[in-house]
Each structure stands twice: as structure tokens, then as C-alpha cells.
């Protein structure tokens, strides 16, 4: 059976052309002398002629697409992401890593030398508050830009997460 399954596998080869040159010459070799080649040979090209040019496809019904669709729907369908996903262990993840950030941070700064030139004198005594004029941050035209732009994005957040589909806005229904 192995003999014969290796001999159609290199005719094939041979038919389609992507056997190497001394493959080519030693098979057409066998072809000419040998009948059993010779005889396999004829029934691979009378196969390979009825699937090339007697072979009609089937086309789908009309309702092939409906019928599908109908079987899909009868079985259970994976849930979303959502549904699956393990809240705490994001919120858990998302804890870790701002720890580590606030322990960073907190390392960072005692880390500085706060004086700088070495006369032990602070640096927030360096500051003279009383040359800082604060009123004019807060009065200007690009901070009072800036709260509108906020405010609107904070309507617009609000308007998405009033929108989500799935969410109930009656008064006392239970999900």
C-alpha cells in the first residue's frame, strides 16, 4: 500500500510539474517501460480531466444563508468580556501599580536635596509668597476657556455613560 501510495504521490508530481529535472526524466522513464506506471498514469490524467472540465458545483438554496444563521442561533452564545472578567483582580492590578507609583514618588522627593547651596536653608524660605500674584491665573480669559472645556467634556462623559445600552433608566426595575 506504501509502494502504491508513493507512486501516485510522484506522479502527481509529475503531472503538476513541480518534481525536479532528473525526477521528470526517471518517471517518464518508468512510464515508458513499466505498466503498472503506465497504467496509474492514464487513470490520474482521466481523474485530473473529468475534475477540470465534467466537474459542476453545486451551488447553495436560496435560504442556505437564512438556514445557517438559524442553526448558529440555536446554540449558546460566548458573553461579553465584561461578564467574565474577574472585577476585583483589575482593580487589584490597578491598586498595585499605583502604590508602586505614590512609593516612587514619595522616594524621589526625600531623596532631593532641598537646599541646594549647601547653607542649610530651605528652599520654600527662598520663596517670597508675597511677590506671588495668584488672582491673575484665575481671572483670565484661558482659565475661565479652560473650566468651560472641562465642563463640556464632563457632559459629554456623563451623556456617554447615561447612553450605554444595556442600562435601565426606570425607577425601581431590577436588572
Not at 149 to 165: E, F, K, Q, T
Request: with cysteine.
Amino acid at each position: 500500500m506504501n509502494r502504491q501510495q508513493n507512486m501516485e504521490e510522484r506522479l502527481w508530481e509529475y503531472m503538476d510539474g513541480v518534481c525536479s529535472a532528473e525526477d521528470r526524466l526517471f518517471i517518464e522513464q518508468l512510464i515508458a517501460t513499466n505498466q503498472e506506471w503506465k497504467t496509474k498514469y492514464q487513470e490520474l490524467l482521466e481523474l485530473q480531466d473529468l475534475m477540470a472540465h465534467h466537474l459542476e458545483l453545486d451551488e447553495p438554496s436560496m435560504r442556505f444563508t437564512q438556514n445557517v444563521m438559524e442553526a448558529i442561533g440555536k446554540h449558546h452564545i460566548a458573553p461579553a468580556a465584561k461578564s467574565y472578567i474577574n472585577k476585583r483582580v483589575v482593580w487589584g492590578i490597578a491598586g498595585f501599580f499605583m502604590i508602586s507609583i505614590v512609593c516612587f514618588l514619595i522616594v524621589g522627593i526625600t531623596q532631593v536635596n532641598w537646599s541646594g547651596d549647601g547653607t542649610g536653608s530651605s528652599f520654600l524660605n527662598k520663596i517670597n509668597f508675597d511677590k506671588i500674584d495668584v488672582s491673575k491665573f484665575f481671572n483670565s480669559t484661558y482659565a475661565g476657556i479652560f473650566m468651560m472645556v472641562n465642563v463640556v467634556l464632563g457632559l459629554m462623559l456623563l451623556d456617554m455613560y447615561l447612553r450605554r445600552p444595556g442600562r435601565r433608566h426606570e425607577v425601581g426595575s431590577k436588572k
